[in-house]
């Protein structure tokens, strides 16, 4: 066998794999021999089938798979062998013109095209300078907060007329342009949530209403617009609502107004551990609490946003765009050209960001242990059970489920590939200068 390399440029190289008669053959004798074994045909007793009858019926599609997998195999350790960063997988190339006759004396010659890591270097020091923020819990964060936790543990009441935070339950109709109810437009039972509606005009004709009166708005001029919100109320896709240009007539069935809870004893329990907060001012506390480790998370997470744009920015190299669209295209039979060009930059940007933290890792000897893969798993599992259940499960039982979840390949390789970020991001953090600065929440609302 022979496997030579043809750099074309620095990102793309041919590799041509020429595969003799004495290569391959052997290993067809042997499948052949194997098959016979396993073989079970009419006039045959099982295990006696002879290999010649098994070559004379399946002899070339075995030979086929045989040089395939003698193919694949060489590829294979010629890239690692000879430490070929490649991107993507080996493609062949198809307009070679060549044909072979398969008739077991054959000397086959493919060529693959290779897609190659781009070479890179990374500069990074003191004297690059990144802001993290410590946001300050101002008076009306906080109010805002305990107003939201108020509400939501808040009592129902139904009052005969509609006012400015109230939902309206009724029936949506669809209008023609005339009018008229659109006989084959969208009918929804719905629940209109007044907060929701920004637009002045149409909220001031949607408050003082009492049941069975009935009203007609611009759905989309009433929630800006918002398919999200459009699409829930009136159930459908957020597709259709993105296209949807109509009035539409509601008739009330009732009125529902959530009144704030009372701050008393009931409420902190319900809020917190029961007995934990006793006092209206250890509530405010607690809230706050709650609020800096919200607020912990979200200036971390603007930090490392901040610092992958930072170092993409920084770090200027090319990749094999072309030979990466037809290796896309060659795995993904689904995906039209449509779809390729419209998503391969935010793929080649991801890519990019993979390749310089890989380079990170490698460079700087940075391990990722099985440890650390465990302990993340573990805490990704607690959070989304503490989701549905505030008692915490028990750590041995927790261990357990850690385990299995980890079981699961892809499992494994999603929260290794989120550690192996998340030490790239201590390494950059380390390295460049990270300012510290104060800022109130509303202010960092517009930054993020």
């Known amino acids: 066998m022979n496997i030579t390399q043809e750099k074309i440029d620095n990102l793309n190289a041919v590799v041509k794999v020429v595969i003799k008669p004495e290569d391959y053959q052997a290993r067809v004798e042997k499948a052949i021999k194997d098959q016979a074994k396993k073989a079970k045909l009419p006039g045959f007793r099982p295990g006696m089938v002879p290999p010649a009858h098994i070559k004379k019926m399946y002899g070339r599609s075995i030979l086929v798979d045989e040089v395939n997998n003698l193919l694949s195999d060489s590829i294979n350790n010629y890239i690692t062998d000879n430490k070929i960063d490649v991107l993507g997988q080996p493609l062949p190339k198809m307009d070679t013109g060549k044909a072979f006759n398969w008739d077991y004396n054959d000397e086959f010659e493919f060529d693959y095209e290779l897609g190659l890591a781009p070479e890179f270097d990374l500069n990074f020091s003191s004297k690059d300078a990144l802001t993290s923020y410590e946001i300050r819990i101002d008076e009306e964060t906080l109010a805002s907060r305990i107003k939201n936790l108020r509400k939501s543990y ?25 009018g008229a109810v ?22 001031r004709s949607l408050t003082g ?13 009433a929630f800006h ?43 902190f329990d319900k809020v917190f551990t029961p007995g934990t907060v006793t006092t209206e001012e250890a509530f405010k506390a607690n809230v706050t609490a709650e609020l800096e480790s919200m607020m912990e998370q979200n200036s971390e997470q603007k930090l490392q946003n901040d610092l992958h744009k930072f170092v993409t920015r920084q770090v200027n190299f090319e990749l ?19 779809e390729l060009e419209e998503g391969y930059d935010d793929f080649a940007a991801n890519l990019k960001w993979t390749l310089i933290g890989n380079k990170i890792v490698k460079d700087n000897g940075i391990e990722i242990k099985y440890e ?44 290794f590939e989120e550690v192996k970020s998340l030490k790239v991001f201590e390494y950059l953090k380390d390295v460049i200068t990270i300012n510290k600065e104060t800022i109130g929440y509303n202010k960092f609302l517009e930054l993020a």
């Open 154 to 178: 808040g009592k129902m009441s139904n009052p005969d007329v509609s006012a400015e935070g109230d939902v309206l339950y009724g029936e949506l109709k669809q209008l023609s342009s005339d």
């Open 209 to 221: 209403l009492k049941k069975d009166d009935v009203v007609t708005f611009d759905i989309r001029k």
């Open 320 to 338: 094999p765009d072309e030979f990466l669209k037809r290796w896309l295209k060659a795995t993904n039979e689904k995906l039209t050209d449509q």
């Open 225 to 267: 617009g918002n398919a999200t919100i459009i699409a829930k109320v009136l159930n459908i896709s957020e597709e259709d609502a993105q296209d949807l240009r109509s009035d539409f007539r509601l008739t009330v069935k009732n009125v529902n107004r959530l009144s704030e809870s009372d701050l008393d004893q009931e409420f």
């Open 372 to 415: 650390d893969v465990f302990k993340t798993a573990k805490a990704r599992l607690d959070a989304q059970f503490r989701m549905y259940s505030p008692q915490p499960i028990p750590e041995e039982q927790l261990a357990q489920y850690t385990v299995q979840f980890l079981q699961n390949k892809e499992n494994a390789n999603k929260i």
């Open 182 to 203: 659109f006989e084959e437009g969208i009918t929804s039972t719905a629940s209109v949530r007044l907060d929701q509606v920004e637009d002045g005009e149409i909220l």
